[in-house]
């Protein structure tokens, strides 16, 4: 015989025997509902799943799902002044509740039939890897009273070797009523050029005085029809390291030097030398046109606005002076020494009938006159003082304290001297 168990049939063994023939049909009376269960379930799947698809067709055909989309915003590529082009990348972020858009922070484009307009966010740019460069642009409509924007992403890929500049670059806006095409004008970056500042070329070292603070000069300039360049540090690194005691700029991140495209500017450099090891540095480098010390400027600038930090370094060339006390220290010693030369020469101080004291005063003026002339003809005109063909700098004291020997000594001085280096004339 046979019972149930929680609905499936059970065996009951009768003298050790299964019931064959009754097991079978209670097998087969069991299956029956079984399979009335599965295609209940399967059906009200089926029914299930359609209603699902219905509702989402529903929901996409619907107004608010269309919104979400937003309109398609795409620009051209742009060639830059033919040393290279950028390519643009756009990326819908949503929907932003704004209807203000302040200059400078955002600069401003307009289709051509006046629908919309985009503003291009400038403190977004972000200088990003390989050469890439990301900014958040809006697009809203130019009818007065619009509250919401489109918010795109937008990546520019750069090649070439342009530097960074404004570039007029077209745009498209297509929603489903209208197909709309505009330009605005907006920075492009390429942050594989380098050394965007143009450095004035040194004539001459730099005069820096021993006896003080020496404030130094440098010109820098930006070329026309590019970015703005803004200027935030200097550091500095020297050839004679022991020849200074401090070097400073006033330039840094909250006191930036702004060059203006196709303008220049000074970068202001304080020197301090240090005094008896600047002085023995240049004392027997007496040609004007080499430097006693070579400072190597490395200026970190950025391109105004969203330029990523760059860094050139620019030489300037130094040559210590002892200032106007030391001048007039080796002045008076040279005087004293030629006039000693030329008594010892010829027996007197000046002319057959002359006093001493006029002689010697005489030889004073003369000398000053004489290291006037030469500072001034060699340190603000193109002239040269030249000594038994020696090219030599007024300013520094050794070749000053040999002026004004030979101005004082006289031809007498002068003809013993030419005697000693071999000269005749």
Not at 173 to 182: E, L, P, R
Not at 237 to 255: A, D, L, M, T, Y
Request: glycine fraction near 10%; charge should be positive; proline fraction near 6%.
């Amino acid at each position: 015989m046979f019972a149930r168990t929680k609905g499936r049939p059970s065996c009951i063994l009768i003298d050790g025997r299964i019931g064959g023939a009754a097991w079978l049909r209670s097998r087969h009376s069991a299956m029956r509902p079984c399979v009335f269960a599965m295609s209940g379930i399967l059906s009200r799947l089926s029914t299930r799943g359609i209603c699902a698809l219905l509702l989402v067709s529903a929901i996409s055909a619907g107004p608010s799902f269309a919104a979400t989309t937003g309109p398609q915003l795409t620009l051209d590529l742009v060639n830059v002044k033919q040393e290279g082009s950028v390519s643009f990348s756009v990326r819908f972020l949503g929907f932003e509740s704004r209807a203000d858009f302040p200059e400078p922070r955002f600069v401003p484009g307009q289709t051509d039939d006046g629908t919309f307009r985009v503003y291009l966010d400038v403190d977004s740019i972000q200088q990003v890897r390989f050469n890439a460069f990301t900014f958040t642009m809006y697009l809203a409509g130019a009818k007065p009273g619009e509250q919401k924007a489109a918010q795109f992403q937008i990546t520019g890929n750069p090649t070439g070797s342009f530097r960074d500049a404004p570039v007029r670059v077209s745009f498209h806006v297509k929603d489903a009523q209208s197909n709309s095409t505009g330009v605005i004008l907006m920075p492009v970056y390429n942050a594989t050029k380098t050394d965007l500042l143009q450095v004035e070329e040194q004539k001459e070292p730099a005069y820096v005085s021993i006896s003080g603070s020496s404030p130094v000069q440098m010109r820098l300039g930006n070329v026309p029809d590019s970015l703005g360049i803004s200027v935030t540090s200097v550091a500095v690194s020297e050839g004679c390291p022991k020849c200074w005691r401090r070097i400073s700029s006033s330039i840094n991140e909250k006191n930036p030097q702004s060059v203006e495209p196709g303008s220049n500017a000074s970068l202001p450099i304080d020197l301090l030398p240090n005094t008896i090891p600047a002085l023995m540095q240049g004392a027997l480098m007496i040609k004007p046109d080499i430097p006693h010390d070579t400072l190597t400027l490395m200026v970190t600038y950025h391109t105004v606005p969203g330029g990523a930090d760059k860094k050139q370094s620019v030489p300037l060339k130094i040559r210590f002076g002892p200032g106007l006390f030391g001048l007039a220290l080796a002045l008076c010693g040279g005087i004293a020494l030629g006039l000693t030369a030329r008594y010892l020469l010829t027996g007197k101080l000046g002319k057959d009938d002359e006093k001493g004291v006029h002689a010697v005063l005489s030889a004073f003026v003369v000398g000053l006159i004489a290291e006037f002339i030469g500072v001034m003809m060699t340190a603000y005109g193109n002239s040269k003082l030249v000594l038994f063909d020696l090219d030599i700098d007024p300013r520094q004291l050794f070749p000053a304290f040999i002026l004004a020997m030979l101005v004082s000594g006289g031809s007498a001085v002068v003809t013993w001297m030419k005697g000693m280096l071999g000269k005749t004339t």
